[in-house]
């Protein structure tokens, strides 16, 4: 069975760090482009970041470019989205996903073919 398993959120202050971990099981994550997706409540699903398999090449979210960084260990077969210096427009719940273009990293949630639950992530003083 083909699962993405997202990990590693809470509630943390602004300005704090957190990491997200997604790990996959029954595939490689090594032949997919990653992304991580974050969704608030009343919005729409937005592309946070993503990271592809053919160069490593990455794509960032003008919001958290700077702050947020994304990173697999194929060994692992997981991907990491380390996030620091949290603000309270940064809470959300997380998703990562998966998709067979490998070389190619989209920023549109429609073309990703596996999905994770999701973990939420809430920034509060």
């Known amino acids: 069975q083909l699962q993405l398993v997202e990990s590693g959120g809470g509630l943390v202050q602004p300005g704090g760090s957190l990491r997200l971990s997604c790990a996959a099981s029954g595939f490689t994550l090594d032949y997919y482009a990653i992304g991580w997706f974050r969704q608030a409540p009343g919005k729409e699903r937005e592309g946070v970041s993503c990271i592809n398999s053919s160069d490593g090449s990455t794509y960032y979210a003008d919001s958290v470019k700077g702050r947020f960084t994304i990173s697999r260990d194929n060994a692992k077969n997981t991907v990491y989205l380390q996030m620091n210096n949290l603000k309270p427009e940064d809470t959300a719940v997380y998703y990562c996903?998966?998709?067979?273009?490998?070389?190619?990293?989209?920023?549109?949630?429609?073309?990703?073919?596996?999905w994770g639950q999701g973990t939420q992530v809430t920034v509060s003083s």
């Open positions: 996903a998966a998709d067979k273009v490998y070389y190619y990293c989209s920023n549109y949630a429609h073309e990703y073919d596996y």
